[in-house]
């Protein structure tokens, strides 16, 4: 005891420090994850959430928590809720059971992870975990799915000056539209273009600047897409986070839809 006070009036903040340092486990959060959220007439979500630690730590395994909040499409909260996983399992969330009120078309999500015991000092050695889950785009008949991975970290600042264009080529013939869905996952506004290449041709681009924990969608149809002479790809001149590739939607004449975040 003499040990510890005097360490304290030596070192200042030393006690809390040390406190700090025992409990880390339960308050060392990993990387914060953001993902789309889509709730319109043609689409719904659904996250499947993982027990990433218990998988990698399988003798010290425990339950952990999974922290959500959503932003509607200008970037405000819309709610916020708690999910508990058991080791080595998962849980399939559809917002609209934990969250009050009617949910907005689109948004973000915001997931991290704890322990959900916040002494638990099992998996110390692994360090901050990250969340890692998956969205499900579906149509309310499931007629049309769509699984996308997390697409990427908050981050202090996007890249304005990147640039950026898909590997993925597609074929619109046959599709009504494409619909193009960007987030900015950063706390600042973000500049970004987005494009629509036909080879080295731009068929069409559509420029704004996104707030903080902002999504929007534009959407390119007949009128565009009629123009295309092969396989477009999707581009981007302003990026608002390293892996914040926009999701593109390939929507069919009839509603069905396919997705991918490349």
Known sequence: MKITVSLARRVPGYVALRAQELIAPGFAYGQTVVQLFLNDELRRSTYTLTNVASLFAPREAAPCRYELVLHGPEGRVVGKTEIDVPSFGTAEVRLEDHLRGPLPSRGVLVARTRSRNRLHQGGRHLGAITPHFYALYHAPDMSSLALIHPQTGLIDAPESDARWRSNLHVDVSGLAALEVFQINPSPRPAKSRLELWDGDVLL??????????????????????????????????????????????????????SASHS
């Open 204 to 257: 069409a681009s559509a420029e704004a600047t996104l707030g903080p924990r902002v999504s929007r969608v534009v959407r390119w149809g007949q009128d565009v897409l009629r123009r295309a002479k092969g396989a477009v790809r999707l581009g981007a001149t302003g990026v608002t986070a390293p892996n914040a590739k926009p999701l593109l939607f390939q929507v069919q004449a009839d509603g069905r839809f």
